[in-house]
């Protein structure tokens, strides 16, 4: 009898399987974990898997490829996209743990959630949506576990800037960066870069010119619960994440593309703040939200049972 | 300065103002210019009638949908708003046209032969679709839904065995409304039923499918062997939509979803040596679609032919692992 293998695959911080990875491997199950940004060819190690009895598990796009990949966040590694590692291997039974809170499915994949066999939503608000195309599951924010609940937060107004689209600041380099962020920094707001390529020069730099930057790699939800005001920008997962928890959170809109998702996002999250101007917010000025925190954590056992379901 | 001769002089002084007194006379006499403003008239009325009797049809038709119960009138619904005729028009089409010959069906079916429907669900969308029921049935598939766009049943949905198995009978502007159960493989083999729902990205029927659609469409012939780079839809004599260029196909199919198209049949004589059937394309996440693979390189030449070709094209779900190539 084959053993099954179980590919747990994602792109750099859209990469949110890796907590799962540990556990099923702590229960002996046989796990490979493939993070297409910290493998520098990772298409070798998929073609091994052909004829093989695998369940794949992912919390990438699926229609990002290699080409198109590229175009948004350039770099020099070697990969397959969801789709093609599908088609590839033909796994026994494929899964999909989300890894935006905000939008799940991005624009034009809906389309495509019928070539997984179970989608694991975050909110019960999304099984209605989804349950159509593909068996859905409620199994709670994969980012929370039930011990961050419990982090007590500074009581003074303390504010950190979880910064997305951070392809536009890789682009614009560090030095013009820090000049365009300053004048939210100087307010004394900390900020976390993405764990994307550069993010750790980015840091470095930030915290040579005096500013609490925290590493990319930090878990964003214990930041959010350790800070009372959540900055963010363009459509990040980070809006609904602090919302969902409770917090005050600003969207700052300078710079970042929003397409024709903005009136989804206020829809979705109605009392969130949008400034227009990286130098319209005033840390002074922004009231406190006493909310408490309506998200799930992640259901660990309940995933584990779903994704051994029928094998 | 040279003077004028003798004979211009006499002309000029003489033989001009009479020509021009006879003239008016003959004018005035004769009615001419009446005569031209009534036949001026008479052309304008011409054109009037013309459109007049385009909005007459037009008005038919809705009348006989209404009658027929297939359309409900709203108020939203004014008769001569285009966007709703050209709706009745292809439902008419849908309605009214005569099926293909089994012979003309008998025709492609070799084609399909490389895709493997063994223990496949599938789903058969069109027109008296009896032909096709039977091939999927010989091919091992593991079950069937008919959905059928004819006219002699109600607008209701109904059931009606056939071979022992369900057909829904559904007329075409419903189509969206229908529970539509996930289905590995979805056959549109009727070219005016397949007109309509490609114009509508399939009405999200896309999703529903697993593995790939196959669906048989008309294509201008003269768009065939040029470039066509952009997406473009042609229209007949009456201004309706009555065929596409390949790109057009192609980009409501990766729109309704389908990441990877190719043509697999034409017909006539021009299968061998035609550019489009050896095109690929693949979904592109920013940009829309991109050609992946040609075997040929397309004539620059456009040929100016107004015939309307049949193509079937398949597009799949997944990529291609034959062109599967994160180098490129």
Redesign the interface.
Known sequence: MKQTIFLFYGFGSEYVLHGLYKEMKKRKYICLEIDVLAVKDS?KMIQNLRGKQVVFVTSA?F??????FT??YPNNN????V??I???IKPIKSVYIPHDLTQPVID?E??????FDLFLTPTESFNSVFAE?CRTEEVGWIKLSEHMRKIQFNNSKTAIWLLSDYVLYLKMGKEASFKKLQPVLDQGVSIKFPFWMESESFTQYFKNKGVVVYSPQANSIELIMKHQIIITNGLSSINAESYLMGKTTINIEEGSHYGDSKTYLTELLPDIMFYEKISDFKLADIPILKKSCMLKPFNMKKTIELIMHTL | MKEPSFFKKIIKKYIRPLYRRIINRLLNDLHINEHQRLLHHIVNQGDKLSENQRTLKEKVSVLSLLLSGVYEWTSDNHLLNEQTTEVLYDIFSILHAPPKSPIVIARFLPALEAVSFQNKSVCLIGRNQNLYSKYVKDRGIQSLLRIEMTPFLSSKETHQEWLGEKTHYIYPTHIASFSFPRVDFLFILDEHTASFLIKYHLFHLGAMVKEAIIVMLPVKISTIFSDCKDPAFFLDSNQRINSFNDNYIRSQLHLAGFFHVECIYSEGKNIADNYFDKKITHVSYKNGFSVVKKNQQPRKKNIPDDRISTKIYVANKLPSSQVINPHS
Do not use: C, S, V
């Not at chain 1, 809906?110 to 070539?115: A, G, H, R, S, T």
């Open positions: 298409t796009h229609l990002l490829n290699k080409k198109n175009e948004f070697i990969f397959y996209g789709l093609e599908i088609q590839l034009k809906i389309e495509y959630l019928n070539q195309y």
